[in-house]
């Protein structure tokens, strides 16, 4: 039997008045403006793939690897402290030491490419200490972080008149802000790695004439000094690398004992300091013995700082100079903290330039020269660590920040 086929005819849609139809285009209308200005949900993609701001000038890497020094005639009378810091040390007290130019070291600036001509701005301790309330920062290394401590100590002194030393946790050093509940300390741990003494009879080296004895290393063993106090602080800035002397016992180079040190030290670090800890390790501070070694009559009796194209004759390796561990050293560390959490604070290159900034022959002391030589390693305060807590400052709040 054969389908009938029904004529097609086009669907009948439902009439209405036309006040109803009125009605509802005014109402699509403004639902369509609202859902424009309404904010939306932002997707996955844009709040997982956000951008951080850029930091701030002094808290980019490149700030500290392209500038420029240059005067600033105002910058010695915004000095943050002076002389009477209580938490100075004497060999470093320039101003107290009648170091000749102390003006002179104080005046100039660094001013990063990167900041259109600005020059890095000072700590503003009063803001800083406030946004770091109830925190720790700790330094541990040698004798350069506690040159670079002393500076920060000083300076965030002048946001706090109830400032007062801290020395607990087996910190060397330290201060304690009651006004804000910072402490801000430094643990002495010149390699690192844990050393003792031993007397020459007790040593591999002792066919090695004159050696009266030599320092054990065991170059996977943190030192005693901070091996307590990694869960303890908030910010962690490391240095290591001001080794000399005699080879290490058992025997390897300096470098290579180095290399092994870094090794372990920075293992140890990724296992045992909390992810959340902000941790930076500093690069070399560049030393300026001229004519020779610090025990050799080296001298750093300069006026004003280097000049770009002279930097290299100084520090490069390949000639040899008796200043250039600092970038041999930055090498093996640069190498050592790649892949990991640790921020490099590359201090080196911008230091490089300051041979005049060193205490030089005032010391403190008067047979301190006859007896230790110039001191063309270490940094007179007020001076070019300033400029370090300045830059260390910047990194801090837009680490935290930046979450």
Request: charged share 20%.
């Amino acid at each position: 039997m054969a389908h009938q086929r029904h004529p097609s005819f086009p669907p009948t849609w439902p009439r209405f008045p036309p006040a109803i139809l009125a009605v509802l285009a005014v109402s699509l209308a403004l639902f369509y403006t609202a859902s424009l200005l309404l904010p939306h949900s932002p997707s996955s993609n844009s709040t997982n793939h956000r951008r951080p701001p850029p930091p701030p000038c002094g808290g980019a890497a490149t700030d500290l690897a392209a500038g420029r020094w240059a005067r600033d005639p105002l910058r010695p009378a915004r000095s943050l402290y002076d002389g009477t810091c209580s938490f100075h040390r004497n060999a470093w007290n320039c101003l107290r030491n009648g170091r000749e130019g102390i003006e002179s070291i104080n005046s100039w600036a660094w001013y990063p490419d990167r900041c259109g001509g600005e020059a890095i701005p000072r700590i503003d301790p009063e803001a800083f200490l406030s946004f770091m309330r109830g925190r720790r920062i700790g330094f541990v290394g040698d004798s350069l972080n506690e040159n670079f401590l002393v500076a920060f100590l000083c300076a965030l002194r002048s946001a706090d008149g109830g400032a007062r030393k801290w020395k607990r946790k087996g910190a060397w050093r330290g201060g304690y802000f009651p006004k804000f509940d910072v402490t801000v300390a430094y643990h002495r741990a010149v390699l690192l790695a844990k050393y003792t003494w031993q007397p020459a009879e007790h040593s591999t080296n002792q066919d090695k004439k004159g050696v009266k004895g030599i320092y054990r290393v065991d170059v996977d063993a943190p030192a005693a000094d901070w091996v307590n106090i990694t869960k303890f602080y908030d910010v962690l800035m490391f240095n290591t690398g001001h080794w000399g002397g005699e080879p290490i016992d058992p025997p390897l180079g300096i470098f290579d004992g180095l290399k092994v040190v870094l090794q372990s030290m920075i293992s140890y670090i990724e296992k045992e300091v909390p992810k959340k800890t902000i941790k930076f390790w500093r690069t070399q501070s560049p030393r300026h013995f001229h004519g020779g070694d610090w025990d050799r009559n080296g001298s750093c009796l300069f006026s004003e700082p280097l000049r770009k194209n002279e930097l290299d004759s100084w520090f490069d390796p390949r000639n040899k100079g008796v200043n250039k561990e600092a970038r041999e050293v930055n090498s093996l560390v640069q190498q050592a903290v790649f892949g990991t959490d640790i921020k490099l604070l590359n201090l080196t290159h911008l230091s490089e330039f300051r041979a005049d900034a060193h205490p030089a022959v005032w010391l403190g002391k008067k047979d301190a020269v006859a007896i230790w030589g110039q001191d063309c390693m270490h940094w007179c305060l007020p001076g070019l660590p300033d400029i370090w807590v300045d830059v260390l400052a910047a990194q801090i709040l837009y680490n935290m920040e930046a979450g």
